[in-house]
């Protein structure tokens, strides 16, 4: 019979994002919101883990969309509810991953946000974007930067924190050693982005390099140091400048492009959701709107 009681979880639940390396936010605030949840069952009467059913959790959500907003007028944003979704889905990993039991929370799904729309280019202009690139070294890292962030579409921090050894040239495939949430994945190369990254790699990047310099970072500054998301955003833009696009490109723009591309050329949004490393399929569901619009 287990006897453990919720602060045990709670605590257990906070050195497991510890120790799976979570960043000092997420292991300050997300016990915090677990303790609300946890308040509430057993203000309910619901005293053990075993004991909680979907029902329950299910109540708890309502409870918090229709009480008052502590801090302003009205009750609380999707964002706030959004928030508890997401604590308990993250706690029911930690058991599954720590003792093999779960609650049953597979109907509990993220509400709809009014979302803003998000700005895509057209495959014509990723045309101009690479055509805009030169034959310099400068040039051939432009070309990889698009190769890796529109071609294996990743999101900016991950292509920042790529390693040389994250290409896996054989197998046409990209590592991403620390994905959002902290989750691993691979993400397929085709032949033509691996050409240009292969390019950069080979003829460009050690023009970067001094020769005691071990930096791994796969995209490097002329000074031989990994470079920051803030440069990347500068040399899209002055790509987009050159190729004549005057939409405000960023890394995430491109991310969002061969997404909608892909979609549009028939890809199941599955398939897309899992080349894009989304867990949840809701997050994918937005590219079928942009399409619509």
Not at 142 to 170: F, H, K, P, Q
Not at 263 to 281: D, P, T, V
């Amino acid at each position: 019979m287990n006897t453990k009681t919720y602060p045990y979880y709670i605590e257990s639940f906070t050195e497991w994002l510890k120790v799976v390396g979570y960043s000092k936010v997420t292991v300050y605030g997300t016990p915090r919101v677990l303790k609300e949840y946890f308040d509430w069952l057993e203000k309910n009467n619901i005293k053990k883990i075993e004991e909680i059913t979907e029902h329950h959790t299910e109540s708890f959500i309502n409870y918090n969309k229709t009480r008052a907003n502590r801090r302003r007028a009205g009750g609380l944003s999707v964002s706030h509810i959004n928030r508890y979704i997401e604590v308990i889905h993250k706690f029911n990993d930690y058991l599954k991953k720590v003792s093999g039991f779960e609650i049953p929370i597979k109907t509990i799904r993220l509400e709809d946000k009014i979302r803003t729309p998000r700005l895509t280019v057209s495959t014509e202009e990723i045309k101009a974007i690479y055509k805009a690139t030169d034959e310099s070294p400068f040039g051939m890292r432009d070309r990889a930067m698009l190769a890796v962030y529109y071609g294996c579409g990743l999101r900016r921090t991950e292509g920042v924190e790529l390693d040389v050894s994250d290409i896996l040239i054989e197998r046409k495939m990209i590592f991403i050693r620390k994905s959002k949430n902290n989750h691993q994945r691979y993400t397929p190369i085709t032949t033509s982005n691996l050409k240009y990254i292969q390019q950069y790699i080979y003829n460009a990047r050690p023009l970067f390099l001094s020769e005691k310099n071990t930096e791994q970072g796969l995209f490097i500054s002329e000074r031989g140091t990994r470079i920051t998301g803030q440069v990347f955003y500068q040399r899209l833009k002055e790509l987009s400048q050159k190729a004549g696009i005057t939409k405000d490109v960023g890394v995430h723009t491109l991310r969002h492009s061969i997404a909608t591309h892909l979609l549009q050329a028939g890809m199941e949004l599955e398939n897309i959701a899992l080349f894009l490393g989304h867990r949840c399929l809701d997050s994918t569901q937005i590219y079928t709107h942009l399409i619509n619009e």
